[in-house]
């Protein structure tokens, strides 16, 4: 398994250097560490600062406000990078993603973005049942969530599709995390967005 570190230096190096994208609800972005994730931690930022972050601050950022503030080290360790990778790309929908799943898997669990003995607990017992199905699982209800959110935000396609109509970022990203026979071929990602003009 992965340590924390060779995944968040996975992470940083997807997220990539700095962008002020004007469809990015985001605002201005290094590293993947938003405008927004800055004044919270902080208490003001400007786009100068974002500019100014290094991958060492992001590092630390990702590694205490992402992976052990929410507890993502608490869950199995093969959930851990997708979870992880997951609240850095998408905040405590990584966690409602989550908990939804864990309904389909006959849990109880309050779906509230936060993992507390609850949430953990009926985790470890949907892994122990599960296994990999479970990782996999995961990794579906995240390209689930990016479908969904461009199905319902024009502006954010061009994440999820490319201009030459392939898969975009946020759908092979997703898919990196699951078995190479649950993503979708280019024949089936065509087919499920056909609806987007």
């Given at each position: 398994m992965?340590?924390?570190?060779?995944?968040?230096?996975?992470i940083v190096k997807r997220?990539?250097?700095y962008v002020n994208d004007p469809d990015d609800p985001g605002g201005p972005t290094k590293y993947g560490v938003t405008i927004h994730t800055l004044r919270r931690i902080r208490g003001r930022a400007t786009a100068a600062d974002v500019?100014?972050?290094?991958?060492?601050?992001?590092v630390e950022i990702y590694k205490r406000h992402y992976f052990y503030g929410p507890k993502i080290d608490r869950l199995p360790e093969p959930l851990q990078s997708s979870v992880y990778d997951m609240?850095?790309?998408?905040?405590?929908?990584?966690?409602?993603?989550l908990q939804r799943l864990l309904?389909?898997?006959?849990?109880?669990?309050?779906?509230?973005?936060?993992?507390?003995?609850q949430s953990i607990g009926a985790t470890q017992r949907a892994y122990d049942k599960a296994g990999q199905y479970l990782v996999?699982?995961?990794?579906?209800?995240?390209?689930d969530y990016y479908?969904?959110?461009?199905?319902?935000?024009p502006a954010s396609r061009k994440y999820a599709r490319t201009r030459a109509g392939g898969k975009g970022g946020w759908i092979k990203r997703a898919e990196e995390f699951m078995a190479p026979k649950y993503r979708l071929t280019e024949t089936q990602f065509k087919q499920r967005v056909t609806a987007w003009a």
């Amino acid at each position: 398994m992965q340590s924390v570190d060779e995944i968040t230096a996975e992470i940083v190096k997807r997220e990539g250097g700095y962008v002020n994208d004007p469809d990015d609800p985001g605002g201005p972005t290094k590293y993947g560490v938003t405008i927004h994730t800055l004044r919270r931690i902080r208490g003001r930022a400007t786009a100068a600062d974002v500019q100014a972050l290094t991958v060492a601050e992001a590092v630390e950022i990702y590694k205490r406000h992402y992976f052990y503030g929410p507890k993502i080290d608490r869950l199995p360790e093969p959930l851990q990078s997708s979870v992880y990778d997951m609240q850095v790309n998408a905040g405590s929908n990584a966690v409602r993603i989550l908990q939804r799943l864990l309904a389909e898997f006959g849990e109880t669990v309050s779906v509230d973005g936060a993992l507390g003995p609850q949430s953990i607990g009926a985790t470890q017992r949907a892994y122990d049942k599960a296994g990999q199905y479970l990782v996999n699982a995961y990794g579906i209800g995240r390209r689930d969530y990016y479908f969904r959110l461009a199905d319902r935000r024009p502006a954010s396609r061009k994440y999820a599709r490319t201009r030459a109509g392939g898969k975009g970022g946020w759908i092979k990203r997703a898919e990196e995390f699951m078995a190479p026979k649950y993503r979708l071929t280019e024949t089936q990602f065509k087919q499920r967005v056909t609806a987007w003009a």
